[in-house]
Nanobody, 121 residues
């Protein structure tokens, strides 16, 4: 069982930066692939980035070069550094854990409650 709690969302102007944090509970955190997803109003939840237990990274094309995912297995945390933010990045951002690699929401077993990110133009 893994419990996830996101923090770090907020309001930022276009071009600005935010860092999201996901705190995980559970002794097996290091064995999970950790991902970030986002969901804008009226839209489906979409993949943003994931990181494996060994540090293998994968990003959605829409955020590649602007967002960086990282993890600290000793501290049970996952970070999402978001730079050069755009209004279209506005969404609720969710942290998720998966026992297998994937970019689809159904492939993830545990979810946080989400944190709102709003980028103004």
């Amino acid at each position: 069982q893994v419990q996830l709690v996101e923090s770090g969302g907020g309001l930022v102007q276009a071009g600005g930066s935010l860092r999201l944090s996901c705190a995980a509970s559970g002794r097996t955190f290091g064995s999970y692939i950790m991902g970030w997803f986002r969901q804008a109003p009226g839209e489906e939840r979409e993949f943003v980035a994931r990181i494996s237990w060994g540090g293998t990274l994968y990003y959605a094309d829409s955020v590649k070069g602007r967002f960086t995912i990282s993890r600290d297995n000793a501290k049970n945390t996952v970070l999402l550094q978001m730079n050069s933010l755009k209004p279209e990045d506005t969404a609720v951002y969710y942290c998720a854990a998966s026992a297998r690699a994937g970019s689809r929401p159904y492939e993830y077993d545990y979810w946080g409650q989400g944190t709102q990110v709003t980028v103004s133009s």
